[in-house]
């Protein structure tokens, strides 16, 4: 049996009378890359959203451990162990990349509301931020400012962010956008490294990544879940075909 | 190198304002401890607009709550302890900002300004329409505080040369403590906020509170400046909570160059300075004043703390 | 309160709830549209009243005075748009708000200096100079009718304008989307210059109407400014509807505070604001 740590059960989200989610369901379990592939505008990213608690949910519940977290805001779901990084690079462009993940870190720290005392000072905390991004494979970038990072490092650094909350479920929105085939292989490696201790969601476009990491994909058309298996299940599937795959990858 | 400069720059400058009271000129001497007093307050605000992203145009409620509080708690016959009026004019003040705050940090941008505006207006309201603080007539203080301890006397507030030394005092401590609170994890917080709320929220952060707590600690900060002021003036009315007060600490700061505690101490000064040139020239010396505003919004991006850099870049002087 | 007075009493709170409703539309419309926090809008409703006091003594008149100055406030609207404003589209709410304090400033001490500090008084015109017996002891003046009958026609033509005109379909459009409308090929620069000078005209007009009733004073544009401030975070910005929804609230907060608590009269407006926080943060009437 599966190591489910995160499940949706049902989630629908109105924008007006536009449903952008409708009774999607899914799971992830500790162990497993989970992609959610669909073409644009078919409601992968509102799904990170509504996973996240960045967005409300019109109806439906999502699960943590068997808990519900669906009233959950966003700060509380991330304590809780859901880390997500975000489609377009949203990190903190006027810090280092070891301060991102120090800051980052910081957010698990009981300590961290001490107003005297130096941020700097506490050891664990920058410990954690150290290791966080030589696991993201920016140990060398560590004192650079991350507006002058590359786009790749920027998308590693994101990574490095979600790993220094020490997130068990992570939610991935096309980590590999933007990218260049070198630091995509290296992107999916760190992703198959993380694999093992973590359950996660992987948005993307790169089909060839996608089949290489996946252990389950979910495909989603106009907000609904059209089908959801193995990746050889959704390869030969004709639905999948005709809705997605036909069109020219 | 730049380091070096700046540290012996703020070492002539203190020097300067502890031997200044030495030349025995009254006048300037209470004039640099009101600039002192504005540079406490624009620091408080710098907290809030510089490091944490939220432009307060109300922050002179704070101040004048610190000023109120101070001759409030005061007994009207005898002089109140220091160490009574000092400490709860910062804890009035910063209360206020607390309950102020529950409210106005559920808005956001343009609402957050015009909010902030109204909530300060409430209050100048509560100072001026009702009998608790004389009213639109303002109530004096009729002594300076003590500073006893008991029977050991630190210093005398009466001594204009002492007084101006325990503004500087307090100023210095001021500074230094917002300067370590920005570089304490609760500092990086909000400086996070600042630069990407949605992000620290995502990795969990609870960013209200981050900001309820930056705008307390501001308003007590204000609290402690319009305490001071009411120390050394003596009196207090309704104006120093008019949005004009507000407008005023907001243009210091800005004229300082926001997010820089030099910048803002030097916005103080410049504006006391301004000040004092212009209505020396004429009666409506507001005029010049809002002349200068437009001038330096147009012309002046970024403040007197660009200033420096501005010149060195138009000048080519680029010797690392 | 007998019925009367709570008659007199409601139709000075709605009079008054029209006259902010004229500032506060052309102020919402400037935050929705062009995104910028205006200070001075304040300013320009104490320009319209001044411009009353100065040109019924040149005309002898207040209705000359409004036909003069109405125009004559739209040019100093677009005059300012073009010299300052237009420059501040891109830039932050921090400069928006500075620049505009020091209009402010300016605004008040070139009033100072034009008219000094002095409280001066404007006729009521003749024709509207009589009052209407309610009862033996209390009277209504038809002046005051005659200001909500214009503000309420005035409020019925801004609706159409912005139902049913291209420049209101711009308008509409540009609260939604700025870049959409560029998109569509629209003068924008020309757009944002009629709807500021339109918005300053309305608080000219508003000031000039209200002059015989509050007389003119230092600093009557700021007391307007918050209230406004105060509709315009009740009502949401860029919304016309929350605009007037809003401004009759408060106008009845407003009056009927200073009837029934007095010594707190102050106070009436910013506690409904406070409750409206609690419930909406972005205001009633705010889209999405």
Request: glycine share 10%.
């Amino acid at each position: 049996m599966a190591d489910v740590l995160l499940a949706a059960e049902g989630l629908t989200r109105l924008f007006g009378g536009l449903a952008a989610n409708r009774d999607v369901s899914l799971s992830l379990a500790r162990g497993e890359v989970h992609a959610l592939l669909g073409p644009n505008g078919a409601g992968k990213s509102t799904c990170i959203n509504l996973l996240s608690g960045d967005l409300p949910v019109t109806s439906g519940r999502v699960l943590l451990r068997g808990k519900d977290v669906t009233a959950l805001p966003n700060h509380k779901r991330s304590l809780a162990g859901i880390g997500r990084s975000y489609q377009r690079t949203n990190i903190f462009a006027k810090f280092t990349a070891f301060e991102n993940c120090r800051l980052a870190a910081q957010s698990r720290d009981p300590r961290a509301w001490r107003i005297l005392s130096d941020a700097h000072g506490t050891v664990a905390l920058r410990d954690r931020g150290r290791a966080a991004l030589e696991q993201a494979g920016l140990g060398a970038r560590a004192d650079i400012v991350a507006a002058t990072l590359s786009h790749g490092e920027q998308r590693q650094l994101e990574i490095a962010m979600v790993l220094a909350t020490g997130a068990a479920v992570l939610l991935l929105d096309e980590p590999l956008a933007g990218m260049g085939s070198e630091e995509s292989a290296r992107m999916i490696e760190l992703l198959k490294q993380l694999r093992p201790a973590h359950a996660i969601l992987l948005v993307e476009h790169d089909m060839d990544a996608v089949f290489e990491v996946a252990d389950r994909v979910t495909v989603m058309v106009e907000g609904r879940v059209l089908e959801s298996g193995p990746p050889a299940q959704i390869r030969a599937s004709a639905a999948v075909r005709e809705a997605y795959l036909g069109e020219p990858v | 190198m730049k380091f070096r400069a700046s540290s012996v720059a703020l070492f002539v400058a203190v020097a300067a304002v502890i031997v200044f009271p030495f030349t025995d000129s009254a006048f300037y001497t209470e004039l640099l401890a009101k600039a002192m007093i504005l540079a406490i307050f624009a620091l408080s605000l710098d907290l809030l607009v510089g490091y944490t992203g939220l432009v307060s145009f109300g922050h002179a409620a704070y101040f004048g709550i610190g000023a109120y509080a101070t001759v409030l708690l005061a007994p009207k016959y005898d002089p109140a302890s220091l160490w009574v009026v000092l400490p709860g004019a910062v804890v009035a003040a910063g209360l206020a900002a607390l309950i102020i705050g529950l409210f106005v940090l559920r808005t956001r941008g343009i609402y957050f300004i015009m909010v902030t505006l109204a909530f300060a207006q409430m209050v100048y309201y509560v100072f001026h329409d009702t009998a608790i603080g004389g009213g639109s007539d303002g109530i004096y203080l009729n002594f300076k505080p003590s500073a006893a301890l008991g029977a050991f006397r630190p210093f005398d507030l009466e001594q204009a040369r002492q007084q101006c030394w325990f503004v500087t005092a307090a100023l210095l401590i001021t500074w230094w403590f917002l300067a370590r609170l920005l570089r304490s994890p609760f500092g990086r917080a909000i400086v996070g906020i600042r630069s990407n709320e949605q992000r620290m929220r995502a990795l969990g952060f609870a960013t209200v509170r981050y900001k309820l707590a930056a705008f307390t600690i501001a308003g007590a900060i204000a609290g402690l400046a319009g305490s001071l002021y009411a120390i050394l003036f003596g009196f207090v009315t309704p104006e120093l909570l008019s949005w004009h007060q507000s407008g005023n600490v907001l243009l210091m700061v800005i004229l300082g160059g926001i997010g820089s505690f030099a910048g803002s101490v030097g916005g103080a000064f410049a504006f006391v300075a301004m000040q004092e040139v212009f209505s020396g020239w004429t009666r409506h010396w507001q005029l010049l004043m809002g002349g200068v505003i437009v001038a330096a919004v147009l012309f002046l991006p970024g403040g007197l703390a660009a200033l420096p850099g501005r010149l060195k870049r138009a000048f080519g002087a680029d010797r690392g | 309160m007998d019925l009367p007075t709570f008659l007199i009493q409601l139709l000075n709170a709605v009079q008054y709830g029209l006259l902010l409703f004229l500032v506060a539309s052309g102020l919402t419309l400037i935050f929705g549209i062009m995104g910028v926090i205006n200070l001075a809008h304040g300013a320009f409703y104490m320009v319209g009243a001044y411009m009353a006091f100065a040109l019924t003594g040149l005309t002898g008149n207040l209705f000359y005075a409004i036909l003069l100055g109405i125009p004559l406030a739209f040019a100093f609207g677009a005059l300012l748009e073009w010299l300052l404003f237009a420059h501040l589209y891109k830039r932050d709410h921090l400069e928006q708000v500075l620049l505009t304090y020091g209009l402010i400033l300016i605004f008040e001490e070139g009033r100072s200096l034009l008219f000094g500090d002095d409280v001066h008084g404007v006729d009521v015109p003749a024709l509207f100079a009589a009052s209407i017996r309610l009862t033996d002891t209390l009277s209504y003046p038809v002046y005051r009718l005659v200001i909500s009958a214009v503000c309420v026609a005035l409020a019925a033509g801004l609706f159409v304008l912005i139902r049913r005109t291209r420049l209101g379909m711009v308008i509409r459009a540009g609260s939604h989307d700025r870049d959409m409308v560029q998109a569509l090929g629209i003068d924008i620069d020309r757009t944002y210059r009629i709807v500021f000078a339109l918005g300053v005209a309305l608080a000219a007009f508003a000031g000039m109407l209200a002059a015989p009733v509050s007389s003119v004073f230092p600093g009557m544009g700021n007391q307007v400014l918050i209230v406004s401030f105060v509709v315009v975070v009740i009502g949401g910005i860029g919304s016309i509807w929350g605009a007037l929804i809003a401004s009759l609230v408060i106008g009845l907060a407003d009056t009927f505070g200073k009837v029934l608590v007095p010594e707190y009269a102050g106070l009436a407006v910013y506690l409904v604001m406070a409750m409206v926080l609690l419930w909406r943060p972005e205001g009633i009437f705010r889209r999405g």
